[in-house]
């Protein structure tokens, strides 16, 4: 069965650095989302992606936020300069539609932030 | 407001009795999913249930949603000390690409 897949697994990284975390989403979807895991916290949904561009942000997606489909299988999430609290796991999705469709998570990134 | 609101917070049953665990939100609803997720690790999707069904069934799970309460129920039947995680109700609303999470049940099977 297709799945979504995320790279690395695991980021250990220094503040004010920047990390690209990456996922490969199933190949037929068409939609793309971002989500974190603070430890212990809700899942919480950063960003939806649609014909290469943003669809939908959250306003936790700020200016040190972007994301990019840079050819026809990776999606990736850039923090420019990581702070401390960006320290979470990073959840990758997707969905074939987004109206009434599943999506589709990965295993996520778990970023932390020292 | 808070949509996805599970309760119990937690639940602890023995093997072979039946989960059930509620969701509410505030908000009208174009459908609602329910996730698994082992400590640590990555969602798993169980069911998705449309605003327009009323219950929904796969395998060992029943689902039921409650449009005019603004709830839903994931029934686990027959349960398995591996169905030990947590489990997230997620709501989309109509004209959003985003599901909003639940803070989950953190459900322990004893074997």
């Known amino acids: 069965e297709p799945e979504v897949t995320q790279t690395p697994s695991h980021q250990v990284t220094q503040m004010g650095q920047e990390v690209i975390l990456r996922c490969v989403p199933i190949?037929?979807?068409?939609?793309f989302y971002w989500y974190r895991q603070i430890l212990g916290q809700k899942v919480e949904f950063l960003v939806s992606?649609?014909?290469?561009?943003?669809?939908?942000k959250s306003e936790i997606f700020d200016d040190q936020f972007s994301v990019e489909r840079p050819d026809g299988s990776n999606f990736t999430l850039k923090i420019r300069s990581t702070k401390l609290e960006d320290s979470a796991m990073y959840f990758c999705?997707?969905?074939?539609?987004?109206?009434?469709?599943?999506?589709?998570f990965g295993p996520g990134t778990r970023l932390l932030v020292l | 407001s808070q949509q996805g609101e599970e309760d119990p917070q937690a639940l602890s049953i023995q093997e072979g009795e039946n989960a059930t665990m509620n969701c509410s939100y505030k908000?009208?609803?174009?459908?609602l999913q329910w996730y698994r997720q082992n400590s640590g690790r990555g969602l798993v999707h169980l069911i998705l249930i449309r605003s327009n069904e009323r219950e929904k069934h796969s395998g060992r799970l029943r689902v039921t949603l409650d449009t005019s309460k603004k709830s839903s129920s994931l029934l686990i039947t027959a349960s398995r000390a591996a169905d030990t995680a947590s489990y997230f109700c997620?709501?989309?609303?109509?004209?959003?690409?985003?599901?909003?999470f639940g803070t989950g049940t953190r459900l322990k099977v004893l074997a």
């Open positions: 999705a997707s969905s074939v539609r987004t109206d009434q469709e599943t999506q589709y």
């Open positions: 190949s037929n979807h068409l939609y």
């Open positions: 997620a709501t989309q609303r109509r004209g959003t690409y985003k599901y909003i």
């Open positions: 908000t009208s609803i174009n459908n």
């Open positions: 992606f649609y014909n290469n561009e943003i669809s939908e």
